[in-house]
């Protein structure tokens, strides 16, 4: 059969018999049906549904690789009575089917297939609980056709040359009992008086799109922030950052935010993406502060995907807050390629017996993402124990792209005696703050001192790590003058002033912690420092005060912010893997 | 520092104060020991730990990737008191640390560290369910230093250019709970009044071996079968062909196997591998018939691994003998290797409500083994429902180096109709085995013929997923003549005659079920049609009577043998992943 058959049984082949001497004893019929089918997909991720790709069964990563693709449905629909859509099993709107990858039915064939004979779509068990599958019936019409309680079902056959349309919908990320594939099948049975069987079975792979984070040198979207009794003279200054800079500014109110906030800490902006869809999704924390409400109430919407982890019988730390969790920009380490960059967590030294730990649950989802291999920083010397209070990434022309910021008590102690050395040892830290104190008070304290060693190993042995992980040179990092305080009751480090590292970054422009240091001629002598290590790059520092309202409270300015950037050009299935 | 120090604070940094006015203030001295660290493995896969390897730390696949290998120690080094090695927290025979991979500390410094400072070696708490860590401390003593009760342990610092020697133990294969991957840590520790802290940590970085199938184009070692009060036949005709062949043959013992004859069943042999140690290990299926305690009991023990998967509330069916888990030769497929071949087994069809599978557990645990992966199968069609019924692999000189055999319904109605025509309608089957029946009796009962229509439909829809999946060409695939029966109970087939594709193979002897086909002038029809389509092959066909010992019984020659194979020249961590 060369092609596909116009009617049923349209084909004919006939068989004459004839004895052994050659006198005819009869006469056979078979009547041939040619039917052609193929389950298709975009396998070859470019936003259209080919025919039969010889690859869509299988999955490969990399620019020269094949496999389509699915979204987490994990946007909402409408605001209205809001839901994540992976929770409802019906279409309510079909701009919910642009979150879908499509998959087409093609046949070709005669009005109908011969009698009995049916088309079967299927999926596993397993399978089922990581996807859905729904038909096209009319252009408002879309009825569920599998899922966990359906998992195979009759679809019907049109005859001609047709196609059915279908929408696929994942529900669920990849996570350390899901690889993030998925198969469906599509077979054609043959009728019985034994079991049906299937006489023709095609098949498509799809892969679960990762969630992915996005790094300090991506072009800013919108600011978040939250307004509370206290912190006018924050919002002022990062108010007008912001809009001098022209990204969109986001105030989550009080009624909202119930006096939390560290919008940093409840929640991590990322995206999910696709050939044929894209959108951001908010990861939120199991932290669970008062600001809980907010990633599900304001930010989940059309086009706004959320995604959360609950912590099961374990304690949730304050490592668990986002703030705990960045993402460095692009690096290239050991010859190994990282478009997306690596997510940088922080946790407890492991040779210590009792380390508070970023819950399982999370770093599993963290890992299982698989695009931006994780990096498991040493943040449980600090009190609030997150990564952000000693390292963030800045944008630069040269190198990499950009550098690597670290606090460094040896760069603070380095300018607070040059400071003395040039004769400003009488210079107050703190002032109008109440509690001044000068340079040579600070230099000549010496279990001061020593706690700030204490510090400074604990940095440096990060330090180390990220070196190694993210292939850095020495000239990729600039450490930054900050001092910390070692709290007697648990040994663990807070800054000693504005931690200056806990910054914002808006493309060239950075809101910095103003670190109310000694005041030299006029001005601050570690702003100045910092203009003269960060100005070169062509960088901006705008000081933002933050002491009452967050650095008192042991935070800073980017713990009290959060920033939606845009996705990477890069797309993820393009990685080689 | 250029070098590592001989002497502890052997180099020194004088540092001299002046003041404004150049008058001397004083005097500083900087006391420095250079130590170097590097903890090693044999992460170059050539079996010598060689020093510092810079991709120690990371583990890639392929002949240019890198990263050390672990295996699971699942032998057992002795038989007396027998229990598989990782069940015993320490070493009792020094020939157990060949099964683990060395690890070595190499330090170069002073004889001794500064005061206070420390080496600990550490693992997480995930990756100490899958290693354990042992130290030699003599010829004959290697005390256990980490395990999940012991995260972390300090190590002696030796001094000099000294090397210390570790052993790395595997726990456990890659199942759906983990991909495979463990990580070490060595740390330096600075003692504080604070909490220690690390000021250097080096990592290594494990693979834990998969296990790994041999298909029946690898060369045999060791043919098993059971010995029984009924099976003297079947017996005799095994030993002849496996003694003519030059293979070793063990027979398993009626005291053993209580009656229990379906060697293929209980077990599957495999094999791991690693560049220091490889051993063959026995894959216990769940099934537990009366042979259960012959892989535990007979063949686990020195340099003989054991492994296996309890199902857990799920029952466990007859797809759960492994004469329903195969392997294919080593195939291409649209231009992806799988050198390793691709592991094979039957499952229910999907559409179907009620199906019988393989469970779960074991159907995970193949699947994560990933190196040769897994094709599955419709086998629930038969009331064994094993694929081993229906398909086997023998060598080929040509081609891809094999052919699949393939039992036919179509095959054997055409052989039967060719004997009517050319007068021997009246030649009878099992002759002498008391139920003789015509070909023309067969030829003329339709209820027969519409079964196998049916069986072959069946057969068909899996030659095609073969087809696909192992990328043959029809040339690549011989059909056999064989016929079914469906059971009327169940709607499911068991073979009419002796399974011919329920075959032993043995290099090019093959050694077959012989079918009492049709007797034409002196030989079985049968015989004759088997021996014309694999002789030109230079295979050899050897028919085993299996007919009331093992065919009655609805299994054949393959169900009840099983042949211990050579490992694959082809070392899996150069696959291209």
């Given at each position: 059969?060369?092609?596909?058959?116009k009617?049923?049984?349209?084909s004919?082949?006939?068989v004459?018999?004839?004895?052994?001497?050659k006198?005819?004893?009869?006469?056979?019929?078979?009547?041939?049906?040619?039917?052609?089918?193929?389950?298709?997909?975009?396998?070859?991720?470019d936003?259209?549904?080919?025919?039969?790709?010889?690859?869509?069964a299988?999955w490969?990563?990399g620019?020269?690789?094949?496999?389509?693709?699915?979204l987490?449905?994990?946007?909402?629909?409408?605001?209205?009575?809001?839901?994540?859509?992976?929770?409802?099993?019906e279409?309510s709107?079909?701009?919910?089917?642009?979150?879908?990858s499509?998959?087409?039915?093609?046949?070709?064939?005669?009005?109908q297939?011969p009698?009995?004979?049916?088309l079967?779509?299927?999926?596993?068990?397993t399978d089922?609980?990581s996807?859905?599958?729904?038909i096209?019936?009319?252009?408002?019409d879309?009825?569920?056709?599998?899922?966990?309680?359906q998992?195979?079902?009759?679809?019907p056959?049109?005859?001609?040359?047709?196609?059915?349309?279908?929408?696929?919908?994942?529900?669920?990320?990849?996570?350390?009992?899901?690889?993030?594939?998925?198969?469906?099948?599509?077979s054609?049975?043959?009728p019985?008086?034994?079991?049906?069987?299937?006489?023709?079975?095609?098949k498509v792979?799809?892969?679960?799109?990762?969630?992915?984070?996005?790094?300090n040198?991506?072009?800013?979207?919108?600011?978040?922030?939250?307004?509370?009794?206290?912190?006018?003279?924050?919002?002022?200054?990062?108010?007008?950052?912001?809009?001098?800079?022209?990204?969109k500014?986001?105030?989550?109110?009080?009624y909202?935010?119930?006096?939390?906030?560290?919008?940093?800490?409840?929640?991590e902006?990322?995206?999910?993406?696709?050939p044929?869809?894209r959108?951001?999704?908010?990861?939120?924390?199991?932290r669970?502060?008062d600001l809980?409400?907010?990633?599900?109430?304001?930010?989940?919407g059309p086009?706004?995907?959320?995604?959360?982890?609950?912590?099961?019988?374990?304690?949730?730390?304050?490592?668990?807050?986002?703030?705990?969790?960045?993402?460095?920009?692009?690096?290239?380490v050991?010859?190994?390629?990282?478009?997306l960059?690596?997510?940088?967590?922080?946790?407890?030294?492991?040779?210590?017996?009792?380390?508070?730990?970023?819950?399982?649950?999370?770093?599993?989802f963290?890992w299982?993402?698989?695009?931006q291999?994780?990096?498991?920083?040493?943040?449980?010397?600090?009190v609030?124990?997150?990564?952000?209070?000693?390292?963030?990434?800045?944008?630069?022309?040269?190198?990499?792209?950009?550098?690597?910021?670290?606090?460094?008590?040896?760069?603070?102690?380095?300018?607070f005696t040059?400071?003395?050395?040039n004769?400003?040892?009488?210079?107050?830290?703190?002032?109008?703050?109440?509690?001044?104190?000068?340079?040579n008070?600070?230099?000549?304290?010496e279990?001061?001192?020593?706690?700030?060693?204490?510090?400074?190993?604990c940095i440096?042995?990060?330090?180390?790590v990220?070196k190694?992980?993210l292939?850095?040179?020495?000239?990729?990092?600039?450490?930054?003058?900050?001092l910390f305080k070692?709290?007697?009751?648990?040994n663990?480090?807070?800054?000693?002033y504005?931690?200056m590292?806990?910054?914002?970054?808006?493309?060239t422009?950075?809101?910095?912690?103003?670190?109310?240091?000694?005041?030299?001629?006029?001005s601050?002598?570690?702003?100045?420092e910092?203009?003269?290590?960060?100005?070169?790059?062509?960088?901006?520092?705008?000081f933002?005060?933050?002491?009452?309202s967050?650095?008192?409270?042991?935070g800073?300015?980017?713990?009290?912010?959060?920033?939606?950037?845009?996705?990477?050009?890069?797309?993820?299935?393009?990685?080689?893997?």
């Amino acid at each position: 059969m060369g092609a596909a058959s116009k009617l049923p049984n349209e084909s004919k082949l006939s068989v004459k018999f004839y004895g052994s001497k050659k006198e005819a004893l009869g006469n056979a019929v078979l009547h041939l049906t040619a039917v052609e089918i193929s389950l298709d997909v975009d396998a070859d991720r470019d936003g259209i549904v080919e025919k039969n790709n010889s690859n869509k069964a299988s999955w490969k990563w990399g620019p020269n690789g094949h496999g389509a693709v699915l979204l987490v449905n994990c946007d909402s629909e409408s605001y209205y009575k809001k839901r994540v859509d992976t929770e409802k099993e019906e279409i309510s709107k079909v701009s919910d089917l642009k979150d879908m990858s499509r998959m087409i039915l093609r046949t070709s064939g005669p009005t109908q297939l011969p009698e009995g004979y049916k088309l079967s779509l299927h999926i596993t068990q397993t399978d089922a609980e990581s996807v859905r599958v729904f038909i096209r019936c009319g252009p408002l019409d879309y009825p569920l056709v599998l899922n966990k309680e359906q998992l195979a079902a009759e679809v019907p056959y049109l005859g001609g040359n047709s196609e059915l349309e279908f929408f696929v919908e994942g529900l669920r990320f990849p996570d350390k009992d899901f690889e993030g594939l998925v198969t469906i099948s599509l077979s054609l049975l043959e009728p019985s008086d034994f079991p049906e069987t299937p006489i023709f079975t095609d098949k498509v792979v799809f892969r679960v799109a990762p969630w992915i984070m996005t790094p300090n040198t991506l072009k800013p979207v919108e600011v978040f922030v939250c307004s509370t009794s206290d912190n006018y003279e924050f919002l002022k200054g990062i108010r007008k950052m912001v809009q001098s800079s022209g990204y969109k500014l986001k105030i989550c109110h009080e009624y909202m935010n119930r006096g939390d906030r560290w919008m940093q800490d409840e929640i991590e902006f990322g995206y999910i993406d696709s050939p044929h869809q894209r959108f951001p999704v908010v990861l939120d924390s199991p932290r669970d502060g008062d600001l809980q409400e907010f990633p599900y109430e304001v930010l989940l919407g059309p086009d706004f995907g959320y995604v959360t982890r609950y912590a099961q019988a374990e304690e949730v730390s304050s490592l668990d807050s986002f703030g705990n969790l960045e993402v460095s920009p692009p690096v290239t380490v050991n010859g190994k390629n990282y478009p997306l960059g690596r997510i940088i967590i922080g946790v407890a030294f492991p040779t210590t017996a009792h380390g508070r730990n970023m819950t399982k649950v999370v770093q599993d989802f963290l890992w299982a993402q698989k695009v931006q291999e994780p990096i498991a920083l040493y943040s449980d010397w600090l009190v609030v124990g997150h990564v952000d209070e000693f390292m963030t990434f800045v944008p630069a022309p040269d190198r990499k792209g950009f550098r690597l910021l670290l606090a460094s008590p040896d760069a603070a102690y380095t300018v607070f005696t040059n400071l003395q050395n040039n004769g400003h040892g009488k210079a107050k830290l703190f002032q109008g703050k109440g509690e001044e104190i000068s340079v040579n008070e600070i230099l000549s304290n010496e279990e001061f001192r020593a706690e700030n060693i204490y510090v400074q190993s604990c940095i440096d042995w990060n330090r180390d790590v990220l070196k190694k992980e993210l292939g850095l040179d020495e000239d990729d990092i600039i450490d930054l003058p900050i001092l910390f305080k070692v709290m007697a009751e648990e040994n663990r480090a807070v800054a000693y002033y504005p931690d200056m590292v806990n910054m914002i970054v808006l493309g060239t422009n950075l809101g910095i912690p103003k670190p109310f240091g000694p005041q030299v001629n006029g001005s601050c002598a570690l702003e100045t420092e910092m203009r003269s290590l960060l100005e070169p790059l062509g960088l901006n520092c705008t000081f933002i005060d933050d002491f009452a309202s967050y650095h008192k409270l042991l935070g800073e300015v980017h713990c009290g912010s959060n920033v939606l950037r845009e996705p990477f050009a890069f797309k993820w299935w393009n990685l080689e893997m």
